[in-house]
């Protein structure tokens, strides 16, 4: 069906170019930034990420951003605009991704143009339907960079947070809290649970609460996911397509397998410089 094939180039687009965002959770320009702010890598990410909600508090940004243990943003926020503006980070953040970009060669890239003309139409078009979206919302509210290569970090990040306002969405319609969707995303296999424990700070014991909570609903079998399991995954991945298809249908399917094919080495030369391996 074109529909099916259009959420699949729209899936693929958008995986291509998301490296361009989401080097800036793992590079070590971001944490100098935030540290000269006197913000620790935490606090940092989780200033810099909610700064466009303003000074937001801990427990909206617990909601927006769904799968962090509430006590660790309650660490980080609101303590941390004691330290520094929403202003003061988003410039911190953007000064990052800047010079991060650049030491990945990005700025040099051939089809620098023609990329950012085709991400910033399925930004600009995603703009047109904030309803809903509370993270990205925001972030469309900032003003775009005069800067090409900023433009397209801003750009993705745009895309990044329309596409995981409407994973949250789904997620909360199908009854997966935030740390049942980190049990199921690490029983895929996908991403190593450790780094999922580290990383969103939930205890063991309610880690191992959830994992007989999802056994007992027969999404588990054992540590891994049951075929009920791998089948709402299926689910809920197909749903954020569709959801993330206001932003891409701009681009039509000729668009976005165009956009997916000359996205590919910018994120190859992000790979390589090494600004997505964790510090």
């Known amino acids: 069906m074109k529909g099916d094939a259009d959420m699949k180039a729209a899936r693929q687009a958008w995986r291509r170019l998301e490296p361009v965002h989401g080097m800036i959770y793992f590079v070590s320009e971001g944490r100098k930034r935030y540290a000269a702010l006197g913000l620790n890598g935490r606090s940092g990410y989780f200033a810099s990420r909610g700064a466009a909600l303003g000074r937001a508090s801990a427990e909206l940004v617990i909601a927006t951003f769904y799968n962090f243990h509430p006590d660790l943003v309650r660490e980080a926020l609101p303590a941390a605009w004691d330290l520094a503006t929403p202003e003061q980070v988003l410039a911190a953040r953007y000064e990052a991704a800047d010079e991060a970009l650049r030491r990945a060669g990005i700025h040099e890239q051939p089809e620098l143009d023609t990329v950012l003309a085709l991400a910033r139409r399925a930004a600009e078009a995603a703009c047109e339907h904030p309803q809903g979206r509370p ?145």
């Open 135 to 279: 993270l990205f919302a925001a972030h469309a509210a900032l003003a775009w960079p005069d800067d090409p290569l900023l433009q397209l970090w801003h750009a993705q990040t745009l895309l990044r947070e329309f596409r995981g306002d409407g994973h949250i969405s789904t997620l909360v319609t199908e009854g997966v809290g935030p740390l049942d969707a980190l049990v199921l995303h690490a029983a895929s296999g996908e991403v190593p649970v450790d780094f999922l424990k580290l990383s969103r700070a939930w205890p063991e014991p309610e880690w191992a609460a959830a994992g007989e909570r999802l056994r007992e609903r027969g999404l588990l079998d054992g540590h891994t996911l049951s075929a009920e399991g791998k089948t709402l995954r299926q689910h809920i991945e197909a749903r954020t397509d569709a959801l993330a298809l206001p932003a891409y249908s701009a681009l039509g399917e000729e668009g976005c397998e165009r956009l997916a094919e000359l996205a590919r080495p910018f994120g190859r030369a992000i790979v390589d410089a090494g600004l997505l391996t964790p510090g």
